[in-house]
């Protein structure tokens, strides 16, 4: 099973910057790989996924303003998250499930999970 560690996040002002990696234990290009956000009280959801041939799914509510990618590494996963919005908020998660073209959103699909990361986006 792949090990997930994240690094990256915090708290910044609306219309900022963030970018998450997702450091992993083998080649992300060999898996789908995701990004999830579990705010409070709310069910953890998906993000952004990227699958094994490149292609990419966003949320609605973040297409345009957010990059899945792989990183520096083939290693590594990123999400670069611009125009930051306070509804952005909450817990990222990194998690990676059996390689296929089209990923899954659903988080129980997903075996390996990083240890989560805090966004605070305040207004």
């Known amino acids: 099973q792949v090990q997930l560690v994240q690094s990256g996040g915090g708290s910044v002002q609306v219309g900022e910057f963030l970018r998450l990696t997702c450091e992993a234990s083998?080649?992300?290009?060999?898996?789908?790989m995701g990004w999830f956000r579990q705010a409070p009280g709310a069910e953890r959801e998906m993000v952004a996924s990227?699958?094994?041939?490149?292609?990419?799914f966003y949320a609605d509510y973040v297409e345009g303003r957010f990059t899945i990618s792989q990183g520096n590494t083939k290693n590594t996963l990123d999400l670069e998250m611009n125009s930051l919005k306070p509804e952005d908020a909450g817990i990222y998660y990194c998690?990676?499930?059996?390689?296929?073209?089209?990923?899954?959103?659903?988080?129980?699909?997903?075996?390996?999970w990083g240890q989560g990361t805090q966004v605070t986006v305040s207004s």
């Open positions: 083998a080649k992300v290009n060999g898996y789908c």
């Open positions: 998690a990676a499930a059996a390689p296929r073209r089209v990923c899954p959103r659903a988080p129980e699909r997903y075996t390996s």
């Open positions: 990227l699958d094994i041939t490149g292609g990419t």
